[in-house]
């Protein structure tokens, strides 16, 4: 079992940026992939970023490769998001996620942990 809390997000202005925090529970955080989603109002939950257990491996959706990074440190089970440049469009929830699936898995089918998730606004 993995509890996820998410945290760091808030208001923003337009080009800014915001780093998320995720803090997993468990002595077993390096056996899972570690992802995180969004979901705007009236639309669906994405992906947007994905990062091996190991933390050698990382993936990221088009519309924010470039911008955002992610990162994990096993030994205190976290996982962060550091956002930069932000856009109108990032405004969502964001949530941070864990998988059992070795790699860097995308579909938010292959996420067995979820958190709450962190509301994050970009304004113009």
């Known amino acids: 079992q993995v509890q996820l809390v998410e945290s760091g997000g808030g208001l923003v202005q337009a080009g800014g940026s915001l780093r998320l925090s995720c803090a997993a529970s468990?002595?077993?955080?390096?056996?899972?992939?570690m992802g995180w989603f969004r979901q705007a109002p009236g639309k669906e939950r994405e992906f947007v970023a994905a990062?091996?257990?190991?933390?050698?491996?990382?993936y990221y959706s088009d519309s924010v490769k470039g911008r955002f990074t992610i990162s994990r440190d096993n030994a205190e089970n976290m996982v962060y998001l550091q956002m930069n440049s932000l856009r109108r469009e990032d405004t969502a929830v964001y949530y941070c996620?864990?998988?059992?699936?070795?790699?860097?898995?995308?579909?938010?089918?292959?996420?067995?942990?979820w958190g709450q998730g962190t509301q994050v606004t970009v304004a113009s």
């Open positions: 468990g002595r077993t955080f390096s056996s899972y992939a």
């Open positions: 996620a864990a998988s059992s699936i070795r790699g860097v898995p995308t579909s938010t089918l292959r996420y067995n942990y």
């Open positions: 990062i091996s257990r190991s933390g050698g491996g990382t």
